[in-house]
T-cell receptor, first 113, second 117 residues
């Protein structure tokens, strides 16, 4: 079945540690996105990538980094510079053309203690 | 600036009653509009979308939405809700850049629909 896989579903880390969230898609989509979700704030765009080896900062990129070495993969690293990393992270992909919907993974809930 | 406003953060309703979840957007260019549903601790699932054509759009699970350009709205409706419709609903807007297309979705803050027996 085609879709987007995020792993792990739950992740716990100590403060000050970097952590990488995985996102893989087999939909042959060019565009991929990372969103952060906090209660009552909707989804905020962290990074997006329209094509392999290219990515752009979204609205809240500080403290995060990404790579896009393969079309299928778009990992997100939450660095120690992110001041409030505890959140629900959602990865999405789309054909990348205006008007096409985004398909979402099941999310990763990151808790930093 | 382009934005999406969901006017109600929570909507309680009894089972089998009708419901409307409101969404307004702000944009100076043409838009594409979407409604997504999110069940607890899950990703988002597309309910329906408006790209062009008929302003009344039908989606999955009996939901429909109407695009009103003059009022810049895209309200979601269902004539009779079920307990299983309890979830969070997100309105989203997509704008295509003039220089040609990247699909940046802007989301509203979400509306939590609570269906009671």
């Amino acid at each position: 079945d085609g879709g987007i896989t995020q792993s792990p579903k739950y992740l716990f880390r100590k403060e000050g540690q970097n952590v990488t969230l995985s996102c893989e898609q087999n939909l042959n989509h060019d565009a991929m996105y990372w969103y952060r979700q906090d209660p009552g704030q909707g989804l905020r765009l962290i990074y997006y990538s329209q094509i392999v080896n290219d990515f752009q900062k979204g609205d809240i990129a500080e403290g995060y980094s990404v790579s896009r070495e393969k079309k299928e993969s778009f990992p997100l690293t939450v660095t120690s510079a992110q001041k409030n990393p505890t959140a629900f992270y959602l990865c999405a992909s789309s054909l990348g053309q205006g008007g096409t919907e985004a398909f979402f993974g099941q999310g990763t809930r990151l808790t930093v203690v | 600036a382009q934005s999406v406003t969901q006017l109600d953060s929570q909507v309680p309703v009894f089972e089998e009653a009708p419901v409307e979840l409101r969404c307004n957007y702000s944009s100076s260019v043409s838009v594409y509009l979407f409604w997504y549903v999110q069940y607890p601790n899950q990703g988002l699932q597309l309910l329906l979308k408006y790209l062009s054509g008929s302003t009344l759009v039908k989606g999955i699970n009996g939901f429909e939405a109407e695009f009103n350009k003059s009022q810049t709205s895209f309200h979601l409706r269902k004539p009779s809700v079920h307990i299983s419709d309890t979830a969070e609903y997100f309105c989203a807007v997509s704008f295509t850049r003039v220089s040609g297309g990247y699909n940046k979705l802007i989301f509203g803050a979400g509306t939590r629909l609570a269906v009671h027996p």
